[in-house]
């Protein structure tokens, strides 16, 4: 199908600048010597996350059980869940084990790793378990030099547990802009991670695993010394919050929301598109950056940046595109963005506007587009 | 199955609270002596949309044509389709009126009038059309005294069209929140809806359908002279947006979020939750209202508000519930929320909160539930 024939409002993957993603990072990967985990979250996509291990991703990182049990049912096996476990998905995750799923679990807190000796010895199951470990106090994760780190190593080690690793995450990178900046987060992340993994080996844990990673600061590492895996998600579709981060150019964003103008109010200088929140999602990651981009760039068909203009409101259903500008010289919108002229707008989040369409449409350099299937819910 | 049972995150709709706003909403009506149509974006949900009818709902309007092809496989007929159609969508439409859909168009502008008109006449179908009025200049529709909204009409009246009625949207209404503004705005809604339809009719053109409506708007409007039909969507579950307009209490919100206590960071008094943005979604409505309740208001399994408390923070999959009070003393979060604890959040915005989900668990008041489901997409 050619774009001009898709139905709006519809999520496109321009399918090279996402191959270019993925290989841009694994070659970075390879140079740092670490393997790369992709975070699946991102896409909820089987046909992503074939070209991801097709480049060289070892496994993948969810965020739900249901991304294990739809990503294992379509053949991947080796599937890190980076968030920390309720006891009651335990039995999911042992339903997924129990099928040959290598699945591990995450967790930050001495009750959660109790509840998961308990279970696994309930059920007779070797849970591997690695422990979340905090270095940048954004959210969850035991600080490398907590107690708790080395209580949660015991109760998991000493309750027929395997410690199979410790994960960190420096979500606080997205509050970032400069290279310095990141470059000092990557070191700050790694050292963390690698101080908590030699805690537990000193105390008799073997953890072998050592995981970081964000999209920018996988990106600004320069060196990984004791890390093994790196995880990141949004790089391979990139969006403008990253580009305010400065880790990608507006030319690197692979996802669209394709839209039609539908009206316009003429005196306001606005038209009117069949995309709005519902489409773009409501995130406003960009309304703290450096730039705001309202709720996205407009683009001419062929990926040409309207620069000049945003979507600057969102209703359900319709969305406003109006000019930066609001006292520039007026053309006739009417004339400028006519009745019926499609667009494609770079989303401020990839997750999350990705998650409002149950496909994307994933367009070749030729045009031509084919459906791919992504999941939603739990 | 018990609430205690549903997988986290789950989005729950009391049911008792849901037929409450029903009723009320209903009865209003009735009094102002209107028909009423209520707006399915809100659940996309056959479930709901049958009790809306069953308490007196003539017809319904949707915001997208899978909407109305849902609904109308389920065997509702009068649809309003609210959103000024793409010329592109058109065959979609058509398709619903030969299947026997009483299925109506909006158009704001001459372009798509013309669009309508042509492809009508070029298949044989005479389309049904109302045209969209703009009474406070938020969003799309043509002013009442603009000369355009003549001009639309004759070019649909003239070219074999049906000009059904009117319609506007008074959305400015979700940003006031006192008894008075919203009478008036809903005075203001009418007034210019009315005198657009008696322009239309003064020109000769029938016009029987003035329909007018948003939540607060209609709730707070005290008569309706004029007006044949009021629309509104979100007043069927309410949300923490409505509340601060002032249209509903707390215990009105029929829509909440049941998620699970994952971890915590004891020295910050956070409890980490498995409702992040995904569940929750993103939509931060509240933030520039009178109370900003973050990203959601934690309750009991019973539905008692922890009003100390907020989701404050968002990651995808995570939830940060911290107390407002960040000085007070903290008690041992452990305990207080401790892990495996169940809660309820009560969202920003019903609309955007659903539609993360693929379907509600109805909760009764005997506390079993079963599955609602909702559809995904365009």
Redesign the interface.
Known sequence: MKLEQI????ALIDVARMQRNIARMQAHMNTLGVAFRPHV?TTKCLDVVRAQIAAGARGITV??LKEAEAFFAAGVDDILYA???????LP?ALALRRQGCKLKLV???P??AA?IAAFGDQHGETFEVWIEV?TDGH??GITPEQHTLLEVGRILHENGVTVGGVMTHA?SSYELNTPDALAALAEQERAGCVRAAQRLRDAGIACPAVSVGSTPTALAATQLEGVTEVRAGVYVLFDLVMHNVGVCALDDIALSVLA??????PEKGWA?L?AG??AM????GTSKQSHDYGYGVPCLLNGTPLTGYLLS?A????G?LSPIDESAPTEDV?QHF???MKLRILPN?A??TG?????YHAVSPDGASVEWRRF???
């Open positions: 139905d709006t409002p519809a979250k965020s739900t968030v920390s476990i309720a006891p009651s998905k999911r967790v930050d807190n009750a959660a509840a905090d959210r969850s979500g039609t103008v539908i009206g316009h109010q009117i069949d929140w519902m999602s409501r995130d406003r409101g209703n359900q259903e319709h406003i009417t006519p009745l019926g989040h997750c999350a998650a409002q369409f149950p496909e939603h819910g739990w």
